[in-house]
């Protein structure tokens, strides 16, 4: 994760190690480096600008020149300015007063949706809640049974489309779902939705739809990190098509270049609540800002 940019950042600041004092042409240059290394990463355009010139000017003033070790307080610099891209501080997951809480998750086919919600359950179970998984994509082929099975080995109870649950209609199958985590107590409630390959205004409109009929605490984009520069297109889309309250990262494991993780936060001013790091259940952790911009930094 973040390797090859983690590994641009250092070698940025490897030229300016030891050196008591910085030049302007010091101060240019690592922030040339710098800004090759976010684009090469795949990050947005306006958010490397924006980032690059907080760096530039924190990086001229008095706090650097006086300081005296000024290359440890330009890394500083870059960490707090990572740290304030990535969302600032960790939020929590918001639950409603009365329960059921609703999560909705959306975004595109294959963005982890269907696994995130197996590891959100196994997650909430450990932290004391009782949730309940609704399988509300109806559009893939399996994904009611791939929903199935993931609850299985999260030890989550899933409701699925049968007759007399709204089979074939997703806001049905999504409504009976709520209704039945009241009857039975379940605190909380991860609806499933479909997506498509691409941005589509059908599926939109399902989400949309879904998320009127269940008012949703929490609406979670899914957004695999290896789609680079589309990961921004598609964020913009759904904050439009159905809105969301956070972002949830998917496949930080993989040999991302961590674009998306730098910009999503950034370009639509939700929040990253979670990462998804494997196929495993447990491959899944709240997303810590300050951390995260620290394990970029390492
Ligand atoms: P959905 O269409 O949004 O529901 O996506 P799925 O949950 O079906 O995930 C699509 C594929 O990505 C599946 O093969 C998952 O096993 C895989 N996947 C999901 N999350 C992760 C992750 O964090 N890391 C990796 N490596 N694979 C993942």
Avoid at 272 to 288: I, M, N, W, Y
Wanted: proline share 4%.
């Amino acid at each position: 994760m973040f390797a090859t940019l983690s590994d641009r950042l250092s070698a940025a600041f490897s030229s300016l190690r030891g050196k008591g004092r910085l030049s302007e042409a010091d101060i240019e240059a690592t922030v040339t480096e710098i800004r090759r290394a976010l684009l090469d990463a795949d990050v947005a355009l306006p958010v490397v600008r924006s980032f690059t010139a907080t760096v530039r000017e924190r990086a001229s003033s008095a706090e650097v020149s006086r300081a005296l070790n000024p290359s440890q307080q330009i890394v500083k610099i870059v960490n707090e300015e990572l740290t304030q891209i990535l969302g600032g501080s960790a939020r929590e997951l918001r639950f409603a007063k009365r329960p059921p809480t609703v999560i909705l998750l959306a975004g595109l086919q294959g963005a982890g949706k269907t696994t995130l919600a197996g590891k959100l359950g196994h997650w909430l179970r450990s932290e004391g809640h009782t949730p309940l998984l609704v399988a509300a994509d109806l559009q893939r082929p399996n994904a009611v049974q791939q929903l199935q099975i993931v609850g299985e080995n999260a030890g989550v109870p899933v409701w699925a489309p049968e007759p007399g649950n709204g089979t074939g209609d997703p806001v049905a199958v999504a409504r009976t779902g709520v209704a039945h985590a009241k009857d039975r107590y379940y605190d909380v409630v991860v609806v499933d939705t479909a997506g498509r390959l691409g941005v589509d205004a059908e599926m939109m409109r399902q989400a949309a739809d879904i998320r009127d009929a269940v008012s949703p605490d929490e609406i979670l984009f899914v957004v695999d990190a290896m789609i680079g520069q589309d990961a921004v297109t598609t964020a913009n889309a759904f904050a439009e098509g159905v809105g969301f309250t956070g972002v949830v990262l998917s496949k930080l494991d993989g040999d991302a270049r961590g674009g998306a993780a730098l910009s999503v936060a950034q370009v639509t001013g939700a929040p990253v609540l979670f990462a998804s790091t494997g196929e495993k259940v447990t491959d899944f952790e709240r997303f810590h800002p300050d951390r995260m911009a620290s394990r970029i930094l390492d």
